[in-house]
């Protein structure tokens, strides 16, 4: 969808930019939580580590990660209001963010 030049309107090119930009940063969390834990393994620490701490780590990237999903979210509600999605292919889109999405992901 973000590479098909039809679709970039306004709307569905600030939509694909920040869906990219929600992709990457929950990327950096995993890429995070996984050296994290891979140190932790090497180190021996891990199981020394299994009890409060750990589980409290694994929250807070739990946590982080569903932040940033909802301010993603949120953030492609209010790119969908704020800019008018023209109609296509005789759909009427208007201000309705997840009948626009599916739409361009037609």
Do not use: E, H
């Not at 021996?44 to 009890?51: A, F, T």
């Not at 739990?62 to 292919?89: C, D, E, K, T, Y």
């Amino acid at each position: 969808m973000c590479l098909d030049p039809s679709f970039w309107t306004p709307s569905a090119g600030a939509a694909c930019t920040l869906g990219v930009v929600v992709v990457v940063l929950l990327l950096l969390l995993l890429l995070l939580f996984l050296f994290v834990f891979l140190f932790l393994l090497m180190s021996g620490l891990l199981l020394l580590l299994l009890s409060r701490l750990f589980v409290v780590l694994v929250v807070a990237v739990v946590v982080a990660a569903v932040v940033v999903v909802v301010v993603g979210g949120v953030g492609v509600v209010v790119v969908f209001r704020w800019f008018r999605v023209p109609s296509q292919r005789g759909f009427n889109l208007k201000f309705y963010p997840l009948t626009a999405l599916v739409k361009l992901a037609i």
